[in-house]
């Protein structure tokens, strides 16, 4: 049994990951300041003893230190996420996902942590146009959030290199999955579309809909963190991966998925007309990662792909929304 740090372990992603180590028997700590996350992600585990919540900030240096206090391993997925977040205030993303990055490699080095493992972004490619995306392949940034993500990369790669913290970035693909929330001027294009189409109001799709994602399950990314803190591999530390599933689908396909699964529980689901809009400044118009390196060196192999997962996403969205 290991202690377990995971920042923003509140949020979408954070709060799978938390429910995950503490079935599995570890003791799971949650630092989070619920900016994005909600305490309803974590509300079963505040009776559990395996369980410690803190509410702090990755920016306050102080809050870093109590919460990496006798932890073996950290999960840093707090962060602001949105490209178009990051464009309208570029100096909050800047505080959050660099200086509050630093604070917790500089608290996880002191405490003396096993390995750091954080969420890097598949926005690190950048303008490059290669596909598939292989990890030692990148591109100028194209917002400010993908600079973010990207000085993360570099400063894990110095913090291994000199203080000898083992470091490994999970580049994640457009994740989705339950407890993703629908809500808010940010919400993602899954969650918010499912939440459209049950209120039988139009999705608008940025531009002619066949920009194509590599949209990624959030149990794909939970066995992927798994890996990463379990591997004694020394070869498979100390460097990011793909976080993904190996295939793109575009926005148009995606909406058909959607509609195809909204409408088993709600007919009417099927006339929904879809609008088309411009196309968001800042959006690469293709995404599709190549899993080998993950496959080779953490023996990844995903469990499911975009219809599998948005099956089981449209089922939770359906009793939880």
């Given at each position: 049994?290991?202690k ?9 992603i ?29 509300q ?66 002191d405490?003396?942590?096993k ?35 990207y000085?993360n ?13 083992e ?48 949209f ?9 963190n ?8 020394p070869?498979a ?52 990662a ?32």
């Open positions: 049994m290991s377990i740090l995971i920042t923003g372990g509140a949020g979408f954070g709060s799978n990951l938390t429910e995950h180590f503490l079935k599995a028997g570890h003791n799971v700590v949650v630092l989070d300041n619920f900016a994005t996350g909600h305490l309803h992600n974590i079963q585990h505040l009776e559990n003893s395996n369980f410690t919540l803190i509410e702090g900030d990755i920016r306050n240096v102080e809050d870093c230190k109590q919460a990496v206090e006798g932890v073996d391993y950290v999960l840093h997925q707090a962060a602001l996420g949105s490209v178009p977040r990051s464009i309208k205030d570029p100096q909050t993303s800047n505080e959050v996902n660099v200086t509050g990055f630093l604070n917790m490699l500089v608290a996880a080095r405490a003396g942590v390995r750091f493992v954080y969420a890097a972004s598949s926005s690190t490619y950048g303008d490059s146009e290669s596909l598939p995306k292989v990890e030692d392949v990148i591109g100028k940034p194209l917002s400010p959030y993908a600079i973010t993500k000085v990369e570099l400063y894990a790669d110095i913090f291994s290199k000199t203080y000898g913290l470091t490994i970035g999970l580049r994640y693909f457009n994740v989705f999955g339950r407890r993703q929330d629908p809500n808010g001027a940010y919400a993602a294009v899954i969650p918010l579309f499912v939440k459209q189409f049950l209120n039988h109001e139009s999705p608008v799709i940025n531009g002619a809909g066949d920009y194509s994602r590599d990624t399950y959030i149990d794909n990314v939970i066995q992927m798994a890996l990463a803190i379990t591997t004694t591999n070869d530390v100390n460097t990011v991966y793909n976080t993904a599933v190996g295939d793109r689908t575009t926005l148009n396909e995606l909406v058909g998925y959607l509609k195809e699964f909204l409408s088993e529980y709600d007919a009417e689901i099927a006339n929904v007309e879809i609008i088309h809009g411009p196309n968001r400044q800042g959006d690469i118009p293709h995404s599709l190549s899993i080998a390196k993950a496959e080779r060196l953490l023996g990844y192999k995903p469990t499911h792909v975009i219809r599998e997962g948005l099956k089981e996403a449209v089922k939770w969205y359906k009793e939880n929304l």
